[in-house]
């Protein structure tokens, strides 16, 4: 029996080592959702198509919606008349994709692997100015080029880009290209005109004034790679472009030769436009597939600047954690030994500061319905920032996974009501509120309805302007059923458990007569702590708040989610220990209402933010416009918004820790 015994557990144990070898051997061939890569191959190689079914040879082109730094408002392909495709059907959008404006559609643009094409008419545009629907669509093409709005193309789900010298020699590498540029009345050639010369070298002496230049013409290259030691056909690891102006000789038969496609600003009569594009393949052996992005995230050197915003951070918190760990360890330590010590209630009574106001520190605060709403919120916002950092930080949510980072979030708030209304119950529970239904309800409504009111208002200015990034009413439609359907039962579920449960036990018992508050000097008053609080936190983020607003505002890739996970804990940590610092402050002047003062202490962060985007909207931003500048100042209301409760509940945490930490080590009578 016991050989049986050791040969069957042997037996488990080599099945468990084959199951774990299985396993690894698989993972081998695991990819994120979306990011699998795609095989293509020669057209006419039936060889290989045999054997790897899923090899294609037509290379397509995807269209995204067009934008530009000058304007906050996106426009779809289609709107600017260019040429298209109406057969095909468009690919699905997730949600983060339509919340972001993103609008994919197939576009005329198609070629077979590895075919080397030359100047291919792709259609021809026809304008007549005495036409008003020609002359809207011309004058609607003239303010895209005169705003330097750029084309957003797709391929194999990764950019198609356009590089360019810069300063010092480098090269960025931008992953849009501008439908043209402007030359003002001044003669001064602006966006493209100045960085793009390539198309005007021959012809750079007759650029003419108050004058538009239409890219007409696109040089792609392809750069693959062929997968070695393995049937699977090439795969795409870059895709460049550069785009040119040409009036071609021959409409119908375009050459692309000949001077630029100009239009003058106040041409009129007939204009005939001819799109065209050449296409070559370069094979590439250093770079692999899942390196791809690799060139285009060199491009942009902020990674220095990066590290810096770092160490700066860290400095801080570091100062902060040594002032933190020095009243703890000396201050406090002394501080109840000797309150331990005493035998006699005279002797308790020669104490001051921080220790007299034990009767009164636990005392339910003012507007606590308010309160337990914020901290709802802002506990089901925290939680949604610190998973969804984590997924990025792992790869889930990377730029090549279109708007997953928006849907994550998204999906996110709406899962955590349950955490959301269990804290805020909980919480006013032990304020001695009794209106718990009014408690859920603002729990469920307040603070996601100002952010919907706020959103809702700046679609419809989006409609009014017919940009692409006016969501549809079915999705507007489907977020309320996310809110209403799923969101808000949660939130009741949560908030039944929190007030079936006891009330938070405080270690001291509450005073029947609050205690009166001496008079306070400047720097011990509420107004001044709140004001410095926010300081040090901001400080640790505004170089990282730069990055951010950039792709945001400027269109710019955003892939450094190692280094705002790592901000986003300093952030953390900061917040808790300035908060931490500010409330002994307050407890040794006798000012034992905390409650408020943590949460809006650190919540001041917010208003540094806010200033902060104003600045950068008239230091970095060139937009223009009523329409964009109310939409750019209304979005901003609702990040300033969530960022609030995010740092105020933060501090209000770690102030009841540390205020519920100090009281229960002291001996009260």
């Not at 996106?74 to 260019?82: G, K, N, R, V």
């Amino acid at each position: 029996r016991r050989e049986k015994r050791k040969m069957c557990s042997l037996h488990r144990a080599r099945g468990s080592v084959l199951v774990i070898f299985l396993l690894l051997h698989s993972a081998t061939s695991f990819y994120l959702p979306g990011l699998a890569p795609v095989s293509f191959c020669e057209p006419g190689q039936t060889g290989k198509e045999n054997e790897v079914p899923d090899c294609k040879s037509t290379i397509e082109i995807f269209v995204n919606r067009l934008d530009s730094v000058e304007s906050v408002l996106p426009y779809e392909y289609t709107a600017f008349d260019f040429c298209a495709i109406d057969s095909e059907k468009r690919p699905s959008e997730n949600l983060g994709q339509v919340l972001f404006g993103e609008r994919i559609e197939p576009s005329p643009y198609k070629f077979e692997f590895k075919k080397k094409v030359d100047c291919k008419p792709v259609c021809t545009k026809s304008y007549n100015t005495n036409k008003p629907e020609d002359k809207a669509h011309l004058d609607f093409l003239k303010k895209g080029m005169l705003l330097n709005y750029q084309h957003h193309w797709i391929v194999d789900n990764m950019p198609v880009t356009w590089c360019y010298d810069v300063e010092d020699g480098q090269k960025f590498c931008n992953p849009g290209f501008p439908i043209g540029c402007y030359v003002t009345e001044a003669g001064r050639p602006k966006d493209a005109c100045v960085v793009n010369v390539s198309p005007f070298i021959s012809f750079k002496t007759f650029l003419l004034d108050n004058t538009f230049y239409v890219f007409n013409h696109v040089d792609i290259t392809i750069h693959y790679h062929v997968v070695e030691n393995e049937a699977a056909g090439a795969r795409l690891v870059a895709a460049k472009m550069e785009p040119k102006s040409y009036k071609h000789t021959k409409v119908e038969a375009p050459d692309c030769a000949g001077g630029p496609m100009y239009l003058n600003n106040k041409f009129s009569g007939e204009l005939k436009i001819g799109y065209t594009y050449s296409v070559q393949f370069v094979e590439d052996t250093h770079i692999r597939w899942a390196s791809r992005w690799d060139y285009i995230l060199e491009s942009m050197p902020h990674t220095n600047i990066q590290w810096f915003s770092i160490m700066n951070s860290l400095v801080i918190v570091l100062f902060l954690s040594g002032m933190v760990a020095m009243i703890m360890l000396r201050t406090l330590h002394k501080d109840i030994a000797r309150y331990n010590q005493m035998d006699s209630v005279e002797d308790a009574q020669e104490e001051f500061g921080w220790k007299l106001v034990h009767g009164d520190v636990f005392r339910p605060p003012r507007k606590g319905m308010l309160l337990s709403v914020f901290l709802g919120s802002g506990t089901q916002i925290f939680i949604m920032m610190f998973v969804t950092l984590f997924f990025a930080c792992l790869g889930f949510l990377s730029p090549a996974n279109r708007g997953a980072l928006m849907t994550c979030a998204v999906v996110l708030w709406v899962l955590l009501g349950t955490p959301a209304g269990y804290v805020a119950a909980r919480f006013y529970k032990s304020f001695g509120g009794e209106k718990w239904k009014t408690n859920v309800l603002l729990t469920c409504f307040l603070c996601p309805g100002v952010v919907f009111a706020d959103f809702f208002v700046m679609n419809l200015i989006l409609w009014g302007e017919g940009s692409s990034a006016a969501m549809p009413f079915g999705t507007l439609v489907a977020i309320l059923a996310l809110w209403f359907c799923i969101s808000v039962p949660l939130t009741f579920i949560g908030a039944y458990f929190g007030f079936k449960k006891t009330g938070i036990e405080h270690p001291v018992r509450t005073n029947q007569i609050p205690r009166q508050i001496p008079e306070q000097s400047f720097y011990t008053r509420s107004l001044p702590g709140i004001v410095m609080g926010g300081i040090l936190p901001f400080g640790c983020i505004f170089i990282q708040l730069f990055f951010i607003l950039n792709s945001i505002w400027s269109h710019q890739m955003y892939y450094m989610f190692g280094f705002l996970f790592l901000v986003f804990i300093i952030l953390v940590i900061t917040c808790s220990e300035a908060t931490i610092l500010l409330c002994y402050f307050h407890l040794c002047a006798e000012d034992y209402h905390w409650q408020w003062r943590s949460f809006l202490t650190s919540g001041f962060t917010a208003v540094y933010f806010l200033v902060y985007a104003i600045h950068y909207f008239f230091s970095k931003l060139q937009i223009t416009g009523l329409a964009s500048t109310i939409l750019y100042f209304g979005y901003t209301m609702i990040m300033a918004l969530i960022f609030f409760l995010f740092t105020g509940t933060i501090g209000f945490f770690a102030c009841f820790w540390f205020v519920t930490k100090i009281y229960s080590v002291v001996k009260v009578d």
